[in-house]
């Protein structure tokens, strides 16, 4: 049986915003999720884990 992958399982991330004069803390996160400059866009699980680190910089990012 071949494994489908849901939308609703998974969150686009988009970087919106520069890095310049954030918090380390905040870079650290952004960086975990793997965005590194404006315009990259990641795939990650819709999971409590990735929510938290979104929630903590969502001024960044936006999120579909």
Known sequence: MANKENNNQTLTITLVKGLARIKPQHRKTIESLGLKK??????????PAV?????????LISVK
Do not use: C, K, T
């Open 51 to 59: 929510l938290g680190m979104i929630n903590q910089i969502n001024y």
């Open 38 to 47: 404006i315009g990259d866009i990641v795939e990650r699980p819709n999971n």
